[in-house]
């Protein structure tokens, strides 16, 4: 695209995150580094080794600069992994190989510490020995900055945002997503990406507007462009001309009006027209994210992701680590109820650490992932297990698996946990011996055992976003199928009341905490359908309130009945946006 023209290009993407943001591009690509090989002519090599030298100077700068970025926006305990980096960079092993190599070959410092290094990340990941294996990680990442300084580019990285800018990425792993700094990132827009894409969680979670599924704008813009995203229509404006800026400044005071209608309702009861109250918790990933549990109005909190406390760092957290966690989160919400889920690394969320717990597959998504790869690392488990237990002394505390595709592997799952329990009585630890159990109901194979899971358990919560991925066969992440992920789609609407059914003959309740809880339009559909309780992004909550607050439960279960007895999604939708249109009306 040609920015110096100005002219002003319109391109339409999937909404992703509520809100308007206008701002200069900071574009976060992540290519692989071409490392050119040459000869260096005996008389120069005397100044490529200063260049090398010079090199590791730089990149110590670097690494202590963005140290001291994440103990700004994120922790101490994150910031504490640089150490490890500066560590590699003073690896006398490590460069004094790379300058022999050097002396005996000839070839440029780049080939040559690039060499070396790799044969080091090699013996390390293949060491026996879990701390050794992590080094790999942190020898990859140093190298690859000294690289980028040997050939003179810049290393991108989204703790690096210092200016407000809106981000302009191909993708965001859920891990950078965690790095981003929500006081500089204005806005966020990915090539690739869906509504129930991680980054897309996280950026609702920080209220930052965020446009997804816009193919190739990365090769569309550069750095410095000025754009403007607007997430409620999932449109991107590359050189927004005064006559578009004029519009959207109308938009956002039309928006913030409601917005502000809204919040007025976070202090109300989320309860319906006839009197019924719903219980609306909240979705979160860090412990941070207690603040606004509280700010919201939550009921506590439904859904911890804690994949998050091992996505952020390099190491697997111990179980001290993860105590500390979940006893601040539990604590901090006393005497509401906390919803833990154990670990769900894998499809989308890898740690990169850490290959060795989940190497590369061909179908992350029906691969090593959640529960299957808990239970093949049962003392990682455990850890993870006696962590929940000992913080479920100090508040109420709800355990929940994700993944289960069936009454066996919760039965697994239980087996382990009662291991767990053994230990901590017997170090003399106390615990919550009424702690409560649940499944998550997000592969079709457990929402269709929901029966025989219902007995084995003591709540259901349904993760609309697998679950959906999973019945209509639409890789949740991929934004050129996104258009098919339909939430309206027959199968869904059967499913989810097939799953209230079973429950509740057997007299457990059900949650929903998939992206689907939070989307107001879905809301009346959902408890018209008999779900108990809705757990989504914190600050979705006024949204979702102010619906259940519009709404009679009986014209929703009327609505809901139409709604199962319809065949065309087309028309189940228009039917759950009509309900939803009659009772709320945007200012404006
Ligand atoms: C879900 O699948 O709906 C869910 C809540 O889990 P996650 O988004 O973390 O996979
Ligand atoms: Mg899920």
């Given amino acids: 695209m040609d920015s110096s023209a100005n002219s002003e290009t319109v391109i339409q993407g999937i909404p992703a995150s509520a809100g308007i943001a206008h701002g200069q591009v900071f574009l976060y690509l992540q290519n692989e580094l071409e490392i050119p090989q040459y000869t260096v002519d005996p008389e120069r090599r005397g100044a490529e080794i200063a260049r090398f030298e010079q090199a590791l100077v730089v990149t110590r700068q670097q690494i202590r600069q963005v140290q001291e970025q994440v103990r700004k926006n994120t922790s101490?305990?994150?910031?504490?992994?640089?150490?490890?980096?500066?560590?590699?960079?003073?690896?006398?092993?490590?460069?004094?190989?790379?300058?022999?190599?050097?002396?005996?070959?000839?070839?440029n410092i780049e080939t040559c510490f690039n060499a070396?290094?790799?044969?080091?990340?090699?013996?390390?990941?293949?060491?026996?020995?879990?701390?050794?294996?992590?080094?790999?990680a942190d020898i990859k990442d140093v190298t690859k900055r000294v690289l980028l300084v040997l050939l003179g580019q810049a290393?991108?990285?989204?703790?690096?945002?210092?200016?407000?800018?809106?981000?302009?990425?191909?993708?965001?792993?859920?891990?950078?997503?965690?790095?981003i700094d929500r006081s500089s990132a204005l806005g966020?827009?990915?090539?690739?990406?869906?509504?129930?894409?991680?980054?897309?969680?996280?950026a609702r979670s920080m209220k930052i507007p965020a446009v997804v599924g816009v193919n190739d704008l990365t090769t569309r813009v550069k750095d410095g462009d000025w754009i403007l995203v607007d997430g409620y229509e999932g449109v991107v404006i590359v050189n927004p001309s005064a006559a578009t800026m004029f519009r959207y400044g109308r938009i956002q005071s039309e928006k913030k009006t409601f917005e502000t209608q809204l919040m007025a309702v976070n202090e109300l009861p989320a309860e319906t027209l006839d009197g019924v109250t719903v219980k609306l918790r909240a979705n979160i990933e860090r412990p941070e994210e207690v603040a606004l549990v509280k700010q919201y109005r939550a009921a506590g909190v439904g859904l911890y992701r804690t994949e998050f406390l091992f996505l952020n760092s390099h190491v697997?957290?111990?179980?001290?680590?993860?105590?500390?966690?979940?006893?601040?989160?539990?604590?901090?919400?006393?005497?509401?109820?906390?919803?833990?889920?154990?670990?769900?690394?894998?499809?989308?969320?890898?740690?990169?650490?850490?290959?060795?717990?989940?190497?590369?597959?061909?179908?992350?998504?029906?691969?090593?992932?959640?529960?299957?790869?808990?239970?093949?690392?049962?003392?990682?488990?455990?850890?993870?297990?006696?962590?929940?237990?000992?913080?479920?002394?100090?508040?109420?505390?709800?355990l929940m698996y994700p993944m289960i595709s069936g009454a066996e592997e919760l039965a697994r799952a239980n087996a382990l946990l009662e291991e767990a329990k053994a230990e901590v009585r017997a170090r003399g630890q106390a615990f919550d011996a009424a702690l409560r159990v649940g499944t998550m109901i997000e592969i079709p194979s457990a929402a269709l055992t929901a029966d025989v899971l219902a007995e084995r358990c003591d709540f259901f919560s349904i993760g609309t976003n697998d679950l959906i991925q999973y019945l209509l066969a639409i890789d949740r992440g991929n934004n050129r199928i996104a258009h098919l992920y339909d939430p309206a789609h027959p199968a869904v609407v059967r499913v989810l009341k097939g799953v209230v059914d079973e429950a509740h003959k057997r007299g457990i309740k059900v949650s929903v905490c998939g992206e689907m809880a939070g989307d107001p339009v879905f809301v009346?559909?959902?408890?018209?359908?008999?779900?108990d309780e809705l757990s989504l992004t914190p600050t979705l909550l006024p949204a979702v309130k102010y619906i259940v607050r519009s709404m009679r439960l009986s014209e929703a279960q009327a609505m809901a009945r139409e709604a199962l007895a319809q065949t065309d999604p087309k028309k189940t939708y228009a039917l759950v946006e009509a309900f939803y249109k009659a009772r709320v009306q945007p200012a404006g």
């Fill in 76 to 107: 101490e305990e994150e910031a504490l992994i640089f150490d490890a980096h500066q560590m590699v960079l003073e690896d006398q092993a490590l460069i004094g190989e790379t300058i022999r190599d050097f002396q005996a070959s000839g070839l």
């Fill in 188 to 202: 966020i827009v990915t090539d690739a990406g869906s509504r129930t894409s991680h980054a897309v969680i996280v």
């Fill in 116 to 136: 070396v290094a790799q044969r080091y990340v090699q013996a390390f990941a293949e060491i026996d020995d879990e701390y050794l294996r992590e080094r790999a």
């Fill in 316 to 398: 697997v957290p111990t179980e001290e680590q993860q105590y500390a966690a979940y006893r601040t989160i539990v604590e901090g919400l006393a005497p509401e109820p906390v919803t833990i889920r154990t670990l769900d690394l894998g499809g989308d969320k890898p740690m990169p650490g850490n290959p060795h717990l989940i190497g590369p597959e061909a179908n992350p998504f029906l691969g090593f992932r959640a529960i299957r790869m808990c239970l093949e690392h049962p003392e990682m488990f455990k850890d993870q297990l006696r962590a929940v237990l000992r913080a479920s002394a100090h508040g109420r505390v709800d």
């Fill in 155 to 179: 290393a991108t990285s989204l703790t690096q945002l210092v200016e407000q800018r809106v981000i302009v990425a191909e993708d965001i792993s859920p891990s950078e997503a965690a790095g």
């Fill in 524 to 531: 009346p559909l959902l408890l018209g359908l008999g779900i």
